[in-house]
């Protein structure tokens, strides 16, 4: 009976506290290393990136026909890539990251979704890895798991714990039955001095709850965030996370970046989130230090967005879209994948971006090389369906 009290005790000081997105950190936990030095990051565009505008073909004559105030290549200030790409001004930060042979991105690729052009749908499949073919049929086996959380049975000698999913928004690409940490910046753990040493007091022979309390305490001291501008201060915050836990033992990590749904305004409502992109791979690589020689980083999005501008300047939801890769893993300077054309028979269903690649395939490309999967596993267990028999050769 004391030891319920106890724990209701806690729950309630715990749940006073913090947020609910910060609970599963109160679970001790005891990071395990994966054999080997690699490590993989995952970042999730949520909204729908504009592939076109991010990394922008100007090459392709028809670029300037279709979007009279979008994309306009290095005459509107992007940077030459290679002679027919050009890179987004607020991009330009990772231009020392392209020259050094560390960024890179694959274009026109896109998940197996189609058509419906919902985010919901089309994240739910992204980080499902799956073909999407019980979309709307309600929740099946096919879409119960993420792709990240499948791996980690998978990677030889692995123990588990190895992964961690940071930020505010529902992150399902680390679902399912492998254990995995998490961590919000939204958490909010205010114990005072008094608290502290009370709850230090009670657990002091309750060795399990004096481990969470320990470890409540530390996450409170983690997470201390100032207020302005918080949307910047949260991708460092949860880059600089990842990277720390990256250092240490955790080799997979996995967050998302908001605000890529540009229907109207393009041209400014873009920069930000550009912006927050390239200060997020600067600060890994910054606070990674020599660990980023191991590392690949891959920033995906659902879908691309239509090839023309609409009325309100900006662009609505489409296909085939961008990957950004990134880390000294990678080799970079080249994008990637075949170019499919802009013009009309080249478009997939009159207005979108004609997919010439699978984005799975570079993800899988990815994980394969940097722990040692299997053709079989990737085809079987981590992407079912894709066809993987001739992935892209993206790491050093």
């Excluded at 005790?9 to 913090?18: D, N, Y």
């Excluded at 409170?220 to 460092?236: L, W």
Aim: glycine letters at 10%; one cysteine or more.
């Amino acid at each position: 009976m004391i030891q319920i009290d106890r724990r209701r005790f806690l729950h309630a000081l715990m749940g006073g506290a913090c947020s609910a997105a910060a609970m599963p950190a109160f679970v001790p936990m005891s990071l395990a290393s994966v054999p080997g030095d690699r490590r993989f990051v995952a970042i999730l565009l949520r909204g729908a990136m504009d592939g076109l505008d991010a990394v922008q073909p100007y090459g392709d004559p028809l670029l300037r026909k279709l979007r009279r105030n979008l994309s306009g290549g290095p005459e509107k200030g992007a940077l030459d890539l290679d002679g027919f790409f050009a890179l987004h001004p607020a991009l330009s930060p990772l231009m020392p990251l392209w020259r050094s042979g560390e960024l890179g991105f694959a274009h026109a690729v896109s998940t197996p979704y189609r058509d419906r052009r919902s985010h919901f749908d089309g994240q739910d499949i992204l980080e499902a890895g799956t073909g999407g073919a019980d979309i709307g049929s309600g929740p099946g086996a096919e879409m119960s798991s993420g792709w990240l959380n499948r791996l980690l049975p998978l990677i030889p000698g692995a123990r588990f714990e190895t992964a961690y999913a940071v930020g505010t928004d529902q992150l399902s690409i680390l679902d399912g039955a492998a254990p995995h940490a998490s961590w919000s910046p939204e958490s909010r753990l205010a114990l005072s001095t008094q608290a502290q040493r009370l709850l230090q007091q009670i657990y002091e022979s309750d060795a399990p709850f004096h481990s969470a309390a320990e470890a409540a305490i530390r996450i409170s001291a983690e997470t201390a965030m100032p207020e302005a501008n918080r949307g910047a201060r949260d991708a460092e915050a949860l880059a600089s996370f990842a990277a720390d836990r990256l250092n240490r033992d955790t080799r997979i990590a996995a967050f998302s970046l908001t605000g890529w749904d540009t229907h109207r305004n393009q041209t400014a409502a873009l920069s930000e989130p550009l912006e927050v992109l390239a200060q997020t791979i600067l600060t890994l690589k910054r606070d990674l230090g020599r660990t980023w020689d191991d590392t690949v980083v891959m920033a995906m999005t659902e879908f691309g967005r239509t090839v023309r501008e609409n009325g309100t300047r900006g662009t609505d939801h489409g296909t085939g879209g961008l990957m950004v890769m990134a880390g000294g893993a990678v080799k970079g300077r080249q994008v990637y994948g075949s170019w499919p054309g802009l013009g009309e028979s080249d478009l997939y269903a009159g207005r979108d971006l004609m997919p010439t690649a699978d984005v799975r395939s570079y993800a899988g490309a990815a994980i394969s090389g940097l722990f040692g999967l299997s053709a079989s596993d990737i085809e079987t267990s981590i992407f079912p369906g894709l066809d993987f028999a001739a992935p892209p050769r993206i790491l050093l």
